[in-house]
Structure formats: structure tokens, C-alpha cells
């Protein structure tokens, strides 16, 4: 049923379930029986009102591995829609993202954490997401699992309130190693060779290139003109389609920077000429201020019609593509985390 009850009270046979999981991870005791650590803790709050997911936390991604009734009741979601996904779908645009942070870090650090979050139900109603973070670190020393509590803040009754708080303190923290098997270990993986990492590098460096050029034209403009290759090709696709005039009459303007200023005014009334079509007689009545306002034009005119377009040719693969090549792929140890 999707309705809320009115009674959270915690069955006894899921308090001495909790309690003997935590006392076999702590050395107290053996597990109930034969099945798996999970699979007891599944039977135990299948079927109780308090909203429970489980993300495996050997696993990339930190996907479920379970969600009871209770999530459902709560997000609107079914075990089979939250099944292998990594929590995040439950955000949206009005989640805070320095709360995210702070669940992340907590993640990450496997530190138990108890937040409000804005989260949305599959219906996009949002929702006040009391919110509770417990890992779950086996004999080992291996960060397991992580169990999430949550509950709509608008519609918690004192009842489930109180329910909520006994719930999370009887929670197991701890797991004997050989109580569930390791889904996903350094040991079950195929050993990737240098030429596929560097391939999958240089994937990675076409798309960021590509997105940078995309994001600011003027300052991608000002990118290609320091690059020989870049800017043949950029001139060949112009060409191609018919225009290179505004093209060279940018690149010839941009060497008179640092020049004499009579070396300046004579080369400026030749590319008003050139490229431009206004003949030396009319040019001779034309300053330098009406020569950088050309300029100008040509450089915004190629960046907002041109450039773009350029960007999205066959051409413009060819240069990310080469420029790719030429990215060193270096490993930063403090950004990596091997349990995520």
C-alpha cells in the first residue's frame, strides 16, 4: 500500500535481527543462519513503514542493491525502478548542492551524516527528505554498504518520528567479511592496457575541447589564431563556403599590434583595400579608431556566425582530433578514490 500508516512502531523480530547482525559484525555471535548479511537485513524491513535503501558501496556508482515498501511509499519509486541506481535521480533543480556536498563527502569518508534534503518523488511533487547516512564496514576493514533512512519531513507524524531515531541507532555498522560476498573487486576486473587508457583519453580531451570551443566563442577564436593547424583548417572551411575575407582581414590586423605607428597607418590603408573594398582614397579620410571598429566587426562576426559552425564540421574533428594527441595523461592520486 502506498497510504502512510499511523503506527511505526519497530516489530520485535526486526530489533533481534538488527541486533545479532551487529553483534556477529563486532564478534559477538554468528550470523542467524545461512543466508547472506543482505539478505537478512532485506527480510527484516521488507515489509516495515520506515523508508530503507541499501547502496553497495563496492560497486562504482554506489548503486542500490535494495529499497523496501517503505521507499516507495515515501518517493513514489518501486525497488525495481531504484534497482542499480546511484541516488541521485531523487534530485532535481531545487536541491541544494552544498547539501550534496555534504552528502558526498560523507560518502565518500564513510561517516554517518543525517541531513534535510529538497528531493523529488517520481511523481515530481517535491520533498523534505529526512535524511540518514550509515556505513556499513566489514571485519576486513572494507567499506561495504551504505543504509539510507529517509522519511517525507511535511507528513512525519510523532509517532514515526520516534520510530525513526530507535530505528537508526539499532542499525548494524559492522559485517563479518564472509557474511556477503564482494560484488565488484579490483580482482574480478580485465587488466586495461596503456593503449586503451590513452585511447579513452584522448575520447575524453575531443569532447572537453569541443565543449570549451562551444562555451566562449571570442576567447576560442583567440585559441585557434595561436594555432597554425587549427587556423589552416578554419580557413579552409571558409573558403569551402565561399568567404575568407573577414577571416585574413582579422589575422593581418592582429600582426600590427607592436608595429611603428607609420608602418601601422600605411599597412592599415592596405588591408582597408585588400579585404575590406575601400579603395586608398577613402581610406586616407578613415583614423585608426574606424579601423578597430572593423576589426572588431570581423572578429564578433566570426565568432558568432562562423566559428560555430566550424565547430560542428567534419574540419574541426580533424584538429580536436590532432590536438588530443598532443594532451599528456597524467594520474593525480588526490583526486582518486578507489572505492567509489
Partial sequence: SNEFPHNYSIPKDV??????????????????????????????????????????MTVPGAAIRYAN????????????????RNCRFLQGAETDPNTVSQMVRAIRAAEELHVNVLNYRKDGTLFSNDLSLTPVIDTQGVYRFCIGVLSWSEKATSSEKAALTEFRDMLPRKMQASAE???????????????????????????????????????????????????AAFRRYLEDNGD???????????????????????????????????????????DEVAFDLKVDEARKLLAEKMLPKFIRSGGCNDVIE???????MTTRADLLWDKY
Wanted: proline residues 3%; hydrophobic residues 40%.
Fill in 15 to 56: 530489533v533481534k535481527t538488527m541486533r545479532r547482525l551487529q553483534d556477529a559484525g563486532e564478534g559477538h555471535g554468528d550470523m542467524p543462519g545461512d543466508a547472506s548479511w543482505l539478505s537478512y537485513l532485506e527480510n527484516a524491513v521488507d515489509d516495515i513503514p520506515i523508508a530503507v535503501i541499501v547502496t553497495d
Fill in 69 to 84: 515498501s517503505g521507499f516507495m511509499r515515501v518517493t513514489g519509486y518501486s525497488q525495481e525502478d531504484a534497482n542499480g
Fill in 322 to 328: 590532432s590536438l588530443s594527441r598532443t594532451s599528456k
Fill in 181 to 231: 560476498r564482494v560484488r565488484y573487486a579490483p580482482t574480478f576486473l580485465t587488466p586495461v592496457t596503456d593503449k586503451a587508457k590513452i585511447d579513452q583519453f584522448r575520447a575524453a580531451q575531443e569532447v572537453h575541447i569541443k565543449l570549451r570551443w562551444g562555451i566562449g566563442m571570442e576567447n576560442s577564436l583567440e585559441e585557434l589564431a595561436v594555432n597554425a593547424s587549427a587556423m
Fill in 244 to 286: 575568407t575575407r573577414h577571416l585574413d582581414f582579422w589575422v593581418e590586423a592582429r600582426r600590427l599590434k607592436g608595429v611603428s605607428r607609420s608602418q601601422r597607418e600605411a599597412r592599415m590603408k592596405s588591408l582597408w583595400d585588400k579585404f575590406l573594398g575601400i579603395t586608398s582614397t577613402v581610406a586616407q579620410a578613415m
